[in-house]
């Protein structure tokens, strides 16, 4: 199966597929299923190279990120990676590697479909790759397919604990991580497909990482993402283990953009200033 997907072979990918019953690859290293691979391969072969770090940005056989994007948000020694401007550039949904995909999961029967969030060694699903690698259509596409095999429950939030691999990052940090507006805005576009629980904001103020992504991408100076992060509900007030808010950090790096934003807070929360580092 995993050859005929390769190969593009639709005639091949829709005889396999009636031969088994489902896509669990035990013999699998990473425990990733077809899908998982050619979300990956995808992302592999589209991704912008326009700097060193590109090489080493496509997902890791072992690690979760290069060590660069595991530092801490406040880490003056880390380099900036620069916000994703291409995105709706890599990819279209006419592109023969996305029509794959597309054909693919039409092909599913319904015992096989649970494929689509199924997670690997690394307690990732397919979407978390989609989003680490900032391509809008395929999030789109597999959130789609999620919501109508009646898999995406988001309504506490796309960050929320069950979307966590065992890391604790959800898709929407990956997002924000690798510096992608559009996909972020995508999936926090997708996770109100069926309304926004009231809890949602109290939720995601538990989750350090969704605190910490913001912190991060104030650091960065990503402007969109920091203003779409504080609307979402992302706690404005989280602190890191050195006492800094994202504000704290704002003032530090002269992101002033940043800082007007975090000021302004949402309907739900607003920045307290009196936080001392």
């Not at 910490?212 to 100076?221: E, H, I, Q, R, V």
């Not at 920091?226 to 002269?254: C, P, Q, S, Y």
């Amino acid at each position: 199966l995993q050859r005929s997907i390769s190969a593009r072979s639709r005639q091949c990918i829709t005889y396999l597929l009636t031969q088994v019953n489902d896509l669990d690859e035990p013999d699998d290293i990473n425990g990733r299923n077809c899908i998982h691979r050619l979300v990956i391969h995808i992302g592999r072969t589209k991704s912008s190279t326009q700097d060193d770090e590109s090489s080493a940005y496509p997902v890791p056989l072992g690690t979760q990120f290069t060590n660069r994007h595991l530092q801490p948000a406040v880490s003056a020694a880390v380099p900036v990676k620069a916000i994703n401007t291409s995105e709706s550039n890599l990819l279209s949904k006419d592109d023969e590697a996305v029509q794959i995909l597309i054909y693919l999961l039409d092909q599913l029967s319904e015992s096989q479909r649970a494929a689509l969030k199924g997670r690997d060694s690394f307690g990732r699903l397919p979407l978390h790759y989609a989003a680490q690698f900032g391509f809008v259509v395929v999030c789109q596409i597999i959130m789609k397919y999620m919501q109508d095999w009646n898999q995406f429950d988001a309504k506490d939030g796309i960050d929320a604990p069950e979307w966590h691999d065992n890391d604790g990052f959800a898709p929407l940090h990956f997002s924000v991580i690798g510096g992608h507006p559009l996909t972020t805005q995508a999936l926090l576009r997708g996770e109100n497909w069926q309304g926004s629980s009231e809890a949602k904001v109290q939720i995601r103020k538990t989750i350090p990482k969704s605190g910490a992504s913001l912190a991060l991408a104030t650091k960065s100076n990503y402007e969109p993402i920091v203003k779409m992060l504080v609307d979402a509900g992302v706690d404005i007030n989280w602190t890191d283990k050195t006492g800094e808010t994202a504000l704290h950090i704002a003032a530090r790096f002269g992101h002033e953009d940043c800082a007007r934003i975090i000021l302004r807070g949402s309907g739900s929360q607003k920045a307290n200033i009196e936080i001392a580092e």
